[in-house]
């Protein structure tokens, strides 16, 4: 989008955990990184340990930092005051989906209580591995915000018709879905008043950065 141009500094923070497949990035970040490079930006790649010496061998801070949801709290500890930060799930946000109601779902974070059911929806079908972003980190994350509430977790192209009996529904980036189908489960939820989010900018709210994230213009 419009938050970086030719010849300015972007850095990619990427953790190689458990959950990265061997011997290749995830197709998010190779999207942003090819697009980034079309755009003549220069990029520099890191993983979360090498951020702070990567930051100190720059002349100058990089004008924007994409990093994984998940560590959206230690990097915006890390990163220069005046770098523009967002995640590489809350660029699909928009790229994939609608980033305004997204952001707007992401409110109703805060009237979820133990008596809330919360519909986590997958595009991918892998196996399950430990630390799971959306089958334990966020869960965990929700529930101890609001109390041990329902989790229904559901993947591929399995989504509910359904919707009513749900408080919240949060999408993944669905970088392995066409942006027409994301539209269609949103249009789904909308219709049926039911308020729906993805991952980065739910953890982005948890976190309470959301307000300091960048984002595009026309996005929000």
């Given at each position: 989008g419009s938050l970086a141009d030719e010849?300015?500094?972007?850095?990619?923070?990427?953790?190689?955990?458990?959950?990265?497949?061997?011997?290749r990035l995830i197709?998010?970040?190779?999207?942003?990184?090819?697009e980034l490079l079309d755009k003549k930006c220069l990029v520099m790649s890191v993983t979360t340990d090498k951020m702070p010496a990567a930051l100190a061998l720059l002349k100058q801070p990089p004008k924007l930092i994409i990093t994984d949801s998940q560590i959206f709290s230690y990097v915006y500890e890390k990163k220069p005051a005046s770098s523009m930060l967002t995640s590489f799930s809350v660029l699909f946000a928009a790229y994939k989906g609608?980033?305004?109601?997204?952001?707007?779902?992401?409110?109703?974070?805060?009237?979820?209580?133990?008596?809330?059911?919360?519909?986590?929806?997958e595009c991918?079908?892998?196996?399950?591995?430990?630390?799971?972003?959306?089958?334990?980190?966020l869960p965990r994350m929700l529930r101890k915000r609001a109390g041990n509430l329902a989790v229904e977790i559901v993947g591929g192209m399995d989504f509910p018709n359904d919707?009513?009996?749900?408080?919240?529904?949060?999408?993944?980036?669905?970088?392995?879905?066409?942006?027409?189908?994301?539209?269609?489960?949103?249009?789904?939820?909308m219709?049926?008043?039911?308020?729906?989010?993805?991952?980065?900018?739910?953890?982005?709210?948890?976190?309470?950065?959301?307000?300091?994230?960048?984002?595009?213009?026309?996005?929000?």
């Open positions: 010849d300015d500094v972007v850095m990619l923070v990427m953790p190689q955990d458990i959950q990265a497949p061997k011997g197709l998010p970040q190779v999207q942003t990184l090819r609608d980033l305004p109601y997204y952001v707007k779902g992401a409110k109703a974070i805060d009237r979820l209580t133990e008596d809330s059911k919360v519909l986590i929806a991918c079908t892998h196996a399950p591995l430990s630390e799971d972003i959306g089958r334990e980190k919707l009513s009996g749900y408080d919240l529904i949060i999408q993944c980036g669905a970088c392995m879905f066409h942006r027409k189908y994301v539209m269609s489960r949103i249009h789904r939820a219709e049926q008043n039911i308020p729906m989010t993805n991952y980065g900018v739910a953890i982005a709210h948890l976190t309470g950065i959301l307000p300091k994230i960048a984002f595009s213009e026309n996005e929000c």
